[in-house]
């Protein structure tokens, strides 16, 4: 009997673990998604301000970055940016984004979002650069404010669906 | 030789990867090298020695246009995006001038479809034809005028008239070097450049790559005019040296320059003084004897090689032999 309601307990306990950790990855999303906006204000700053060519920008941003996947992305970048290995700036940008940030909670969509801005950087005159980079920040924030409004509301859905589904369980078992 | 080599990586680095493979087999001195033409489906040239070459796909220099590698619209956009270092919106004053100066202070001048907007050049697009120019320090080429433009009185104001590619540039900064640093007959003095175009100093995050000498302040990527008031103001200079000057607000920082006690080292385009005076705005200097010495260069031999040398009244004081 002890041994089953020890099992029971387990399955419960495991089943709205795993409904936090999916709660917390919408969270740490958010979190990113916050951090890119961020970034991205920088690197217009710079660009607009500094008049800061992209290489420059990447190793500042490299450089600034504490969070390892992004720190690591932008250094990547600035790095085959310097190396002039053949390669255009959209394919540089592209690959480093899905290299490095691919296992982070950023979903696809977020990815190839901001992989497509990439196409649009390098060739255009300033003012096109700042407006790609204000249509990105947009897009960026179109993301943000729904999830933003609803994170705290998937967070606890993902808890209770957990707790429910080991409950669940636990009736089907017995 | 390692100053060459430097050289050499610096100025392939800029080239598609293709064309860098060509340029690195061609066996040159790339302090004799001049000028690299791209011209988009037209043969890849060089003028080395002061002679014009075609470049062969296997890295040979002919002077037969068969077998010279032609540009492809690919390897221009490619080479552009390095000049560029991948973002060309922060050239775009310079793109509106018809060149980028880059790392080394080597100029890349710039041909294409010229964008008008309110009857002014915008920017330039479809940009297909490159020349790019080898800025080169020669160390000495100011030995012959030093003297010239130094009396017991202390430095003229001197112009130096130059067709293009003969090396004013070349001269100026040597004379900039000398004048600063100074020598066992003559004590240095506080030089301000005014370098518009990164050529003189070829300033790479802020500090020179040439010598320019110990007495030297330079401000950098800064308008003439405006940058000769900064300096005056700023740095209390001896001698004010600026590069190719011509617009009239160039004039009338020149005289504020000179009525400020400082000396005047500077170059401009054309091949005699009656040429000069011929110039809407800069002739008046001329006719009103601001300058007291003017150095006449040509392109026989090297860089920098002197022709005459006059002084405000026309005298002529040195004619090479």
Known sequence: MYVHILGAFLIVAASTGIGMYFGSGIQDRLEKLRMLKQQFLMIRGDISYGNTSLPEVMEAMGEKEDTAEFGEFYREVSKRLRAREGVPFREIWEAAVWRNLNKTTLRRQDLELLSSVGAQFGYLDREMQLKTIDFFLARLEEEIMPEAQKAGEKMRLCKTLGLLAGAALVVVML | ?321
């Open chain 2, 1 to 321: 030789m390692i100053q060459n080599m430097e050289k050499r990586d610096e100025i392939l680095q800029i080239f598609s990867v293709r064309l860098r493979h060509v340029l690195e087999e061609i066996p040159m001195d790339f302090e004799k090298l001049q000028e690299i033409r791209l011209r988009v489906n037209g043969p890849l040239l060089v003028i080395y020695g002061n002679r014009e070459y075609f470049v062969t796909e296997d890295g040979r220099l002919s002077a037969d246009k068969a077998g010279a590698y032609p540009v492809s619209r690919n390897e221009m956009q490619e080479t552009m995006e390095y000049i560029g270092n991948y973002s060309l919106y922060a050239f775009e004053d310079e793109i509106r001038q018809g060149f980028i100066t880059i790392q080394g202070g080597h100029r890349v001048g710039l041909a294409g479809k010229a964008v008008i907007e309110a009857a002014h050049v915008k920017n330039i697009k479809h940009i297909s034809f490159l020349n790019i120019r080898l800025s080169h320090q020669v160390k000495g080429c100011a030995d012959k005028v030093i003297p010239y433009i130094t009396t017991s009185e202390g430095i003229c104001h001197t112009l130096i008239i130059s067709p293009p590619r003969c090396g004013k540039t070349t001269l100026l900064r040597d004379i900039i070097r000398q004048l600063s640093d100074g020598d066992s007959t003559r004590n240095g003095v506080t030089v301000g450049v005014v370098d518009e175009r990164s050529e003189i100093g070829a300033c790479y995050l802020g500090v020179p790559q040439n010598d320019l000498g110990i007495r030297t302040d330079i401000l950098d990527c800064c308008p003439k005019a405006d940058g000769m008031l900064m300096l005056v103001r700023s740095m209390s200079p001896a001698v004010i040296a600026v590069d190719e000057i011509g617009q009239r607000e160039d004039v009338d920082a020149i005289e504020y320059v000179i009525n400020c006690g400082c000396r005047l080292m500077a170059t401009v385009h054309g091949s005699c003084i009656d040429d000069v005076k011929l110039k809407p705005v800069l002739g008046r200097l001329v006719k009103e004897k601001i300058f007291e010495r003017y150095v006449i260069l040509n392109n026989r031999g090297n860089a920098g090689n002197v022709t005459e040398i006059y002084d405000d009244r026309g005298t002529l004081l040195y004619k090479a032999v």
